[in-house]
């Protein structure tokens, strides 16, 4: 039984982000992120926080009402300047397997889990 390691994020038009990708090593590891602030270090984890759920938690207080309008994702999701609802994130995992989430793809939770769960290991919830 092999574990399941993130190998590659590619984000497209999310937040501070145009297209960008970068490659892991499948193997456990540390990933540091260092730059200055506004150069998206926050985002990039956003994005592979709403890739798995669909949400971003530290948002949560701010988007969920504004008045009684739900706000719609493109509003904060997608970057200035970029085409509506373009914004998408997709996450490669070590074992070719990968989870892509669009404002037309949004897996499940439970497709999401079962994708990650492995035997023996548990529930994931």
């Known amino acids: 039984m092999n574990d399941v390691y993130l190998s590659s994020i590619n984000i ?7 297209e960008f990708s970068v490659e892991l090593p ?7 992120l260092t730059g200055t602030n506004g150069l998206g270090k926050s985002s990039f984890f956003d994005a592979i926080e709403w890739a798995l759920t669909g949400n ?22 997608t970057r200035n300047g970029a085409d509506p609802d373009s914004h998408a994130v997709t996450l490669q995992f070590s ?9 037309s793809q949004k897996p499940s939770a439970a497709e999401v889990a079962a994708l990650l769960a492995r035997p ?6």
């Open 12 to 18: 497209e038009d999310f937040r501070t982000f145009g």
């Open 56 to 77: 971003i938690r530290r948002f949560t207080p701010y988007v969920s009402r504004q008045g009684n309008t739900v706000i719609p994702d493109r509003d904060y999701l």
């Open 26 to 32: 499948a193997a456990p590891g540390l990933l540091l």
């Open 120 to 125: 023996g290991r548990g529930q994931i919830t």
């Open 95 to 103: 074992e070719g397997e990968s989870i892509r989430r669009s404002a």
